[in-house]
């Protein structure tokens, strides 16, 4: 009885002590995750409901680049160079994308479609409207020339470039979102570049420049 009881007891002990294991790297892995991600850490590896763990909106990082320096307020321009680094990054699936398929033509779109994953080949003849991002600062602004970033995802949609031969139809994406940790590791690391690049003559780019 005594040696049965002993075994007993070491073999609690041992499954505690691997609970009690698990249950601190459960907590280190939200606690980093957190740090790394700026968000709650549950969001990150759990994932809020009926939500990607790791998604954020394009009307929201390109508010997140404004606060690193974009200054999109001051020149709207950069909307533009912005959404241009991001079909790169998109083409070179180096930035996981979602939106919802919609059609480009208003007498054939239906209500939304559920939110997918944006394949890399449809950057190579689309891009996202990055100048529909910045928007009028309203009539008391209009005489200084203010602007604000547009808030409501859906209406930021892709669009085909110009003289180019889209392999996916009449189709578009709009409610675009990205992978949060690839889009704000690129906006540190390689956003940067692309400052400037539409008034360098990026093909198939209008500028806000002109009329």
Same mark, same amino acid.
């Given at each position: ?20 294991? *698990? ?11 957190? =740090? ?5 850490? =549950? ?26 320096? =974009? ?26 994308? =979602? ?7 208003? *007498? ?74 690839? *889009? ?23 500028? *806000?420049?002109?009329?």
């Amino acid at each position: 009885m005594p040696a049965r009881f002993g075994r007993g007891t070491e073999a609690h002990v041992t499954v505690a002590g691997a609970v009690g294991t *698990a249950g601190v790297l459960l907590a280190l892995l939200l606690l980093s995750a957190a =740090w790394a991600g700026r968000r709650p850490g =549950w969001q990150i590896v759990f994932g809020p409901p009926a939500e990607s763990a790791n998604r954020i909106a394009l009307t929201e990082f390109y508010a997140e680049a404004c606060d690193q320096g =974009w200054d999109f307020p001051a020149d709207r321009q950069l909307a533009l160079d912005l959404a241009i680094g991001l079909r790169d990054a998109g083409l070179a699936d180096g930035i996981e994308m =979602w939106g919802r398929r919609c059609r480009t033509l208003a *007498a054939l779109r239906g209500s939304a479609a559920p939110l997918q994953r944006i394949p890399a080949p449809f950057w190579k003849h689309h891009d996202i409207d990055g100048l529909r991002m910045v928007l009028p600062g309203g009539a008391a602004d209009a005489a200084g020339g203010s602007i604000r970033l547009e808030t409501n995802n859906f209406l930021i949609r892709t669009r085909a470039l110009p003289n180019s031969d889209p392999d996916f139809g009449d189709v578009s994406y709009e409610d675009i979102h990205l992978n949060y940790l690839q *889009a704000t590791g690129w906006l540190q690391t390689g956003a940067g570049r692309y400052r400037g690049i539409s008034r360098r003559g990026f093909p198939g780019q209008a500028s *806000a420049d002109r009329p």
